[in-house]
């Protein structure tokens, strides 16, 4: 989960957050017509690190059981729900090459939501604070749009390039 630096960061993230997204995806899909790997996304379910196996369960019953409920049942059960970890979608890029008879198939996996957190945040480490990087706002305080689809383009190109050189390398 994402910690921010300072409430101004959190602020500006939540302004940023969907024009990365939608440059990122937009430039993977550009690079991604240029290669001979096929591409496709899948979305998953990321958990809070301390949740256990016995949690992420109820929480599956208890969304399941959601479906069906009457209004009343259905406000004991977001009570329940909010007593317990929530996990956060996440989309991963699954790049895959040579599925031929003769051939192991090679992948490459990326994270696609750690890529819009490297392009938004200056520095971007997982398990630090993040800042959001000025460089993509103006000094009006708006997008900077040509910063932003320049650093998108150039951290999946890096970022392709690297996951498929490790794909090769391993197959």
């Known amino acids: 989960m994402l910690t921010f630096a300072t409430p ?25 017509e240029t290669l001979d790997w096929r591409s496709d996304y899948l979305e998953q379910v ?18 399941a059981q959601l479906e069906g409920a009457s209004p009343a049942e259905a406000d004991a059960i977001r009570q329940q729900l ?3 970890p ?6 991963e890029l699954q790049l895959t090459q040579g599925a031929g008879a003769a051939e192991e198939p090679r992948t490459a996996t990326l994270d696609v939501w750690e890529l819009c957190f490297a392009v938004c945040f200056s520095d971007y480490r997982p398990d ?7 460089a993509l706002l103006d ?9 932003l689809d ?4 150039a951290l999946v190109e890096q ?6 050189g490790q794909a090769r390398a391993t197959a």
């Open 139 to 147: 000094p009006d305080g708006e997008i900077n749009w040509l910063t």
């Open 46 to 63: 990321r958990w809070p690190g301390d949740t256990t196996a016995a949690q992420r369960q109820q929480v599956r019953d208890l969304a």
């Open 150 to 153: 320049e650093k998108a383009k």
């Open 128 to 134: 630090q604070p993040v800042t959001v990087d000025p």
């Open 8 to 32: 101004t960061d959190e602020a500006l993230a939540a302004q940023l957050m969907q024009p990365c997204l939608i440059r990122v995806v937009d430039n993977i899909r550009k690079h991604t």
């Open 159 to 164: 970022t392709i390039g690297q996951a498929i």
């Open 86 to 91: 929530t996990p956060v979608p996440g989309y």
């Open 82 to 84: 909010g007593q317990l």
